[in-house]
């Protein structure tokens, strides 16, 4: 059972323009909700990460916005660059040390020039 | 911040024979690491949660004894994949949980190819 759900799978955006993921969640046990960006060949890096005490964090261009009733964040990448073209991928987990992340099923970004 | 060496970042192996991946935590003790698999265009999937001084926790469909996972030292856990096969070409990712809530840090992985 896929406990976070990611969209779009993939989307293009023109140099500019501001690129949003959405993700939801069924667990409500999760209090720890990073974004993670991976480039081909590459493992994934953390970009940005929220716990639910708060609605939205920001991190120069990428913000997370996180609705705790409706159970979904997302992510804003405003003044999106061809080099932010990259598969994005949130996730969730409890954050007691040792405990897993549960990974969206990813989007493929693609910033046109 | 937390750094995570995964070596070698590319191998191809004869298909019968093991391979050893490593993944190291150069600046920080990690007592909890976790293996992932990663296929084209997809996301990831954890194959083991690999703890230090005990055995790993193997996901449902992992095989244990294809995928031998060692954590002996609070830095350092290999992933060996015993007689491979081509069907285990794929891209293998470490990760492990930083100090102080820096969140989870991910080696580079590594593309195994099985020929």
């Known amino acids: 059972q896929q406990q976070v759900k990611q969209s779009p799978q993939s989307l293009i955006v023109q140099k500019g323009g501001i690129s949003i993921i959405n993700c939801a969640y069924e667990?409500?046990?999760?209090?720890?909700f990073p974004w993670y960006q991976q480039f081909p060949g590459k493992g994934p890096a953390l970009l940005i990460a929220?716990?639910?005490?708060?609605s939205e964090k920001k991190e120069g261009r990428f913000t997370i916005s996180f609705n705790k009733s409706a159970k979904q964040f997302s992510l804003h990448i405003m003044d999106s660059q061809p080099g932010d073209s990259a598969t994005y991928f949130c996730a969730a987990s409890m954050f007691d040390a040792g405990n897993m992340l549960t990974f969206g099923g990813g989007t493929r970004l693609m910033v046109k020039p | 911040g937390a750094v995570v060496s995964q070596h070698p970042s590319r191998v191809i192996c004869k298909s019968g024979t093991s391979v050893k991946i490593e993944c190291r935590s150069l600046?920080?003790?990690?007592?909890?690491m976790f293996w992932y698999r990663q296929f084209p265009k997809q996301s990831l999937m954890l194959m083991a949660t690999s703890n230090e001084g005990s055995k790993a926790t193997y996901e449902q469909g992992v095989e244990k004894d294809k995928f031998l996972i060692n954590h002996a030292s609070l830095t350092l856990s290999t992933l060996t994949v015993t007689s491979a096969h081509p069907e285990d070409s794929s891209f293998y990712i470490c990760?492990?949980?930083?100090?102080?809530?820096?969140?989870?840090?991910f080696g580079s992985g590594t593309r195994l190819t099985v020929v």
């Open positions: 667990n409500t046990a999760f209090d720890y």
């Open positions: 929220i716990r639910p005490d708060v």
């Open positions: 600046d920080f003790q990690a007592t909890t």
């Open positions: 990760s492990a949980e930083g100090q102080g809530g820096s969140g989870y840090t």
